[in-house]
């Protein structure tokens, strides 16, 4: 199996930062695209960034110019750097990724943390 763990959210002030982590383990060959995705109360979930194996990045309009997404190949590790936050930034914030699992198939699954509380009040 795959497990997707993150880390790192918090209470933090309207302009402050927080730095997410999501660290993959288990049964894992490559991962192609990692991202994250948020969910505020009564809102759909959606897509915060994601960034492929080759560093590519895609972001929210919400995102741009405050948050950067980045990863650590070698450690199965995807990392959202949040600054300036915003009280509309409160959410549930959850890591995803494409694993492909085995050297041996081509097939490719798709995981979810179990997710990370942010909350920006002051």
């Known amino acids: 199996q795959v497990q997707l763990v993150e880390s790192g959210g918090g209470l933090v002030q309207p302009g402050g930062s927080l730095r997410l982590s999501c660290a993959a383990s288990?049964?894992?060959?490559?991962?192609?695209?990692m991202g994250w995705y948020r969910q505020a109360p009564g809102k759909q979930r959606e897509l915060v960034a994601q960034?492929?194996?080759?560093?590519?990045?895609n972001y929210a309009d919400s995102a741009k110019g405050r948050f950067t997404i980045s990863r650590d190949n070698a450690k199965n590790t995807v990392y959202l750097q949040m600054n300036s936050l915003k009280p509309e930034d409160t959410a549930v914030y959850y890591c995803?990724?494409?694993?492909?699992?085995?050297?041996?198939?081509?097939?490719?699954?798709?995981?979810w943390g179990q997710g990370t509380q942010v909350t920006v009040s002051s």
């Open positions: 995803n990724a494409d694993v492909r699992r085995y050297s041996w198939s081509t097939g490719v699954y798709n995981y």
């Open positions: 960034i492929t194996s080759g560093g590519s990045t």
């Open positions: 288990g049964s894992i060959f490559s991962i192609n695209a």
